[in-house]
């Protein structure tokens, strides 16, 4: 073999050799590189795989929604579209953020500094408009821009716009409740926020997660309120009628069941739409219903009444002078000159020297235990967010002018929600219940969380004095009480009118500035509804029986209708009626119209069977006649208006059963030029038909402070 050969050879050995070592080598060193992977660095990779992978999404919980009593949505969370920008993939397109921020804010109705400043961040998310319109989306989608994007987010909407609006509330761009019931359950509407890991891929899409894929878990709770839609409709809607009528400043009204305290509406005006209340005012968004404090005025009276009945101080067949009342110097007035007056004439007509003698037979500690435990100065407790109490001082601190003008509200302060309450205590048999809002939560798969029952505070007065004070009220809206305009056709009312002057800071009370109210409940002897309208700064007139009870009338009558109550036509809804004329029947002077002719019908001639004694029916008004000769048996028969001036047959006469009652009614002539519109219980009237004259000359409650006259 020739040294050529040897060496080719070798050569081909080494290169042999070298081939199997590299052969040899490569297995090592994947080996080794799987033995680091798999062993060594293991938990490391295996945690950066995961993040490549997987991640949390933080899961925006959809807002619970909120219904009235009977289902109806009130205010529910829709998806919307959100726009967004990634401003560096703008610029690096070529897009100049000065000329697409001009082109968005034209689109979407936006600050354009603002948007320009935003997408000049150097930044891979900005927001554009959160919570845009189908319009503005479209829009924004035509003009195909790069780095612009949709994403869908929850916006809270309130369908029915205005109603209900101060109860309900809104919530912020970020589903935070800022009032109202929104504010009151933030918590359980919003639900509560947490992360949920997905797996994406490498687009950053969500390809799977088990979390996600259950969405009750993400809603918040839904709430069931007392509210009634169609109640809340008729409150707001008569109030803003009223308010405009009578050129009022602000008004409220309030409904409530007495038989458990539900609160079936809750009306302000002015009001704001809940959708955008951005650009409401402070006054439109103020729940005047259950922060504002006015001074209650006569509507206080029949409480008063009820404490010193229930203490035994006064009996129903008493009679007080209300000719006059001196209190350190100074006259109590009375809106029109009074003589001797019963308990009911008084609470009739309003008397304020009557009610202020009637208090100052009780005393000071038990008529301010009394106030006190018709929860006069204590927060009803309805939960609404800046809920106040009214004021009550104690008893200690009253100067003696206190103790005189107080038992007809005045010197002391409530709220429309309270004198509701307060006022349902004595329709519910005299006892004071806490008022409810919030009648039931449910979670997302409509398990109950939370349920609202009826909770009573304290029996107030004994079940016979809130019936005896329930017919005394009902005077009030029969002829010659102060509330007539209250009336409601086929119903018996009992009620209250309330009419006093503001305080003016520093100089007393003013001329000028009137707080109007009538408070009352229907039917008289089986409420189902109590209603307080309360009108702030009536400028057309300030009686709360002109302004106020027209409102109530017409929100009563609706609600009534609406609800399906019966009207009082039958015998047995009159008992209370038998049983107050039978109280007063022991006077004098007889107070109710009935007095008459229950002596008629017990001291009249024998009546034999088939046979019916006819009522005296003289006097009274239509429907006061219509009830009473109903409740004899009698069909009538009506012609003309007002009131009842002859009859036939006559009355005591004994006529067979069947016959029918010929009644004739005459408008009452009035003594003074007051306008129809204005109602029966103007104070005085000056020259002017339409003028209205104030007193001049207030009383102080204190050697400084002035108080003003109260008028019914």
Excluded at 235 to 240: Q, T
Aim: glycine fraction near 8%; charge should be positive.
């Amino acid at each position: 073999m020739t040294d050529i050969e040897q060496r080719r050879r070798k050569h081909f050995q080494i290169r042999i050799a070298a081939l199997c070592c590299v052969l040899l080598a490569l297995p090592v060193l994947v080996m080794r590189k799987a033995f680091l992977l798999q062993v060594i660095h293991a938990k490391e990779l295996k945690t950066q795989a995961e993040n490549q992978s997987l991640r949390k999404v933080a899961r925006q919980p959809k807002r619970g929604a909120i219904h009235d009593r009977d289902g109806a949505e009130l205010a529910v969370s829709v998806d919307v579209d959100s726009i967004w920008a990634n401003p560096r993939q703008l610029r690096k397109s070529g897009e100049d953020p000065r000329a697409v921020a001009k082109k968005l804010a034209k689109l979407l109705d936006v600050d354009e500094a603002t948007l320009f400043q935003r997408l000049s961040a150097e930044r891979y998310f900005v927001w554009v408009k959160r919570r845009a319109s189908a319009v503005e989306s479209k829009a924004v989608q035509a003009l195909k821009l790069p780095g612009l994007a949709l994403t869908k987010e929850a916006r809270r909407y309130y369908p029915n716009r205005e109603l209900a609006a101060h109860v309900l509330g809104y919530a912020d761009v970020d589903g935070h409740g800022l009032a109202g019931i929104e504010l009151m359950l933030d918590e359980k509407l919003r639900g509560s926020q947490h992360t949920a890991p997905v797996v994406h891929d490498g687009r950053g899409r969500v390809v799977y997660s088990d979390q996600l894929l259950d969405d009750l878990a993400a809603q918040g709770h839904e709430v069931t309120l007392t509210l009634d839609k169609t109640l809340q409709y008729f409150a707001e809607r008569e109030l803003e009628l009223a308010v405009r009528t009578s050129e009022a400043h602000a008004g409220s009204v309030v409904i409530i069941d007495p038989t458990n305290g539900e609160i079936l509406a809750l009306a302000n005006y002015p009001t704001f739409n809940p959708n955008d209340a951005r650009t409401a005012t402070d006054a439109q968004k103020r729940n005047r219903a259950v922060t504002e404090r006015f001074e209650p005025g006569s509507t206080v009276k029949p409480f008063t009444m009820a404490g010193a009945l229930a203490a035994g101080v006064v009996q129903p067949n008493d009679s007080i002078d209300c000719n006059s009342l001196i209190v350190e110097g100074r006259a109590i007035h009375d809106s029109h000159r009074l003589d001797r007056l019963s308990p009911a004439e008084i609470i009739s007509h309003s008397s304020n020297i009557g009610i202020s003698k009637v208090g100052s037979a009780m005393g000071r500690a038990r008529l301010h235990r009394t106030l006190s435990s018709f929860g006069f100065g204590h927060v009803p407790g309805s939960g609404l967010p800046g809920e106040v109490a009214g004021s009550l001082r104690p008893h200690q601190r009253w100067y003696p002018m206190d103790a005189a003008t107080i038992p007809f509200g005045q010197g002391m302060s409530t709220t429309t929600l309270q004198l509701a309450m307060s006022m349902s205590a004595l329709a519910n048999r005299g006892r004071l219940l806490e008022p409810l809002l919030i009648k039931r939560v449910l979670d997302a798969r409509g398990q109950t969380v939370e349920e609202s029952m009826p909770r009573m505070r304290q029996q107030v007065v004994p079940e016979h004095v809130a019936r005896l004070v329930t017919d005394m009220m009902v005077g009030v809206t029969e002829a010659g009480g102060t509330g007539t305009e209250a009336a409601v056709d086929g119903y018996l009312v009992a009620g209250k009118t309330g009419t006093a002057q503001k305080s003016d800071p520093g100089h007393g009370y003013a001329k000028d500035k009137w707080v109007s109210s009538f408070v009352g409940f229907a039917p008289a002897h089986r409420p189902r509804l109590t209603i307080a309208v309360v009108l702030d700064e009536p400028m057309i007139a300030h009686q709360g029986g002109a302004v106020a009870a027209p409102a109530f009338r017409r929100v009563m009558e609706a609600s009534l209708r609406h609800l399906g109550v019966a009207a009082d036509h039958s015998p047995a809804g009159n008992d209370a009626l038998a049983r107050a004329a039978q109280t007063q029947r022991a006077q004098e002077r007889p107070v109710w119209p009935l007095d008459d002719v229950e002596q008629a019908v017990h001291r009249g001639p024998a009546v034999a069977p088939g046979q019916l004694l006819v009522p005296n029916l003289l006097g009274r008004s239509a429907r006061a006649a219509l009830v009473q000769a109903r409740r004899a048996t009698f069909e009538v028969t009506l012609q003309g208006s007002g009131t009842v001036t002859s009859q036939k047959p006559l009355p005591g006469s004994v006529v067979p059963r069947g016959t029918v009652l010929a009644i004739q009614l005459t408008p009452p002539t009035p003594e003074l030029p007051v306008p129809p519109a204005f109602g029966s219980d103007l104070a005085q009237v000056t020259a002017s038909p339409y003028a209205v004259a104030a007193d001049p000359s207030p009383i102080p409650i204190a050697p400084i402070a002035e108080r003003p006259r109260q008028d019914g």
